[in-house]
């Protein structure tokens, strides 16, 4: 199983971005698909995931600014991310859980990780 996030950079607050992230090697209907994010020196932290049949749940800090979706057919998640801010900077991980019928935000219940990709916002 390989997880590929992309679409990280260097946005102004109140900007968007999308990220992607691409899951080969497994059938993709099978997991829970989430985003994460670890800022420096802070633990990582979880900001939303959707289950593999569609329900979805987002951190508080980031809840009504990011919409997480799934395409099963192309083996993808995504993060749109508006209304940007700097406190979201931080490297951010697509990962992949095998309680595909739920919606879990703990690192812990994720076994499989991408290798992360850098959102960094300006003031």
């Known amino acids: 199983v390989q997880l590929q996030a992309s679409g990280g950079g260097l946005v102004q607050a109140g900007g968007s971005l999308k990220l992607s992230c691409a899951v080969t090697?497994?059938?993709?209907?099978?997991?829970?698909l989430g985003w994460f994010r670890q800022a420096p020196g802070k633990e990582r932290e979880f900001v939303a995931v959707v289950s593999s049949d569609g329900p979805t749940s987002y951190a508080d800090s980031v809840k009504g600014r990011v919409t997480i979706s799934r395409n099963n057919r192309e083996g993808a998640v995504y993060l749109q991310m508006n209304e940007l801010k700097p406190e979201d900077t931080a490297v951010y991980y697509c990962?992949?859980?095998?309680?595909?019928?739920?919606?879990?935000?703990?690192?812990?219940?994720?076994?499989?990780w991408g290798q992360g990709t850098q959102v960094t916002v300006s003031s």
């Open positions: 990962a992949a859980s095998w309680r595909w019928d739920t919606t879990p935000g703990s690192p812990q219940e994720y076994a499989y």
């Open positions: 090697g497994v059938t993709v209907n099978l997991f829970a």
